[in-house]
Nanobody, 123 residues
């Protein structure tokens, strides 16, 4: 059973940067797909960045060219670098892992979730 532990995030200002990390532990040390999602009150979980075990990435238009997802397979860790932050990036952020052959941004394709980390961006 895979477990995911998140760290990072917090508060920042518009135009600034923040980063998140997600460490996987358990039986499957190299998940096929890992991804980042975010959620605000009253809204569903939005997938915005995914990466497969070979480093191929997928981004939602909302974060493209601002956020960078990466993973260090040897350390079972996934990272998210967030630059050019906007107030609308404010949300609870979750990492997730899944075993699908193609890594999508659909939360239904992910089986294990991190505990969530709040990111707040002020104007």
């Amino acid at each position: 059973q895979v477990r995911l532990a998140q760290s990072g995030g917090g508060s920042g200002q518009a135009g600034g940067s923040l980063s998140l990390s997600c460490v996987a532990s358990g039986d499957n040390y190299n998940p096929a797909c890992m991804a980042w999602f975010r959620q605000t009150l009253g809204k569903g979980r939005e997938g915005f960045a995914a990466i497969d075990r070979y480093g191929a990435t997928t981004y939602a238009d909302s974060v493209k060219r601002r956020f960078t997802i990466s993973r260090e397979n040897g350390e079972n860790t996934m990272y998210l670098q967030m630059n050019s932050l906007k107030p609308e990036d404010t949300a609870m952020y979750f990492c997730a892992e899944g075993d699908r052959a193609i890594c999508t941004l659909d939360p239904d394709n992910y089986q294990t979730w991190g505990q969530g980390t709040q990111v707040t961006v002020s104007p």
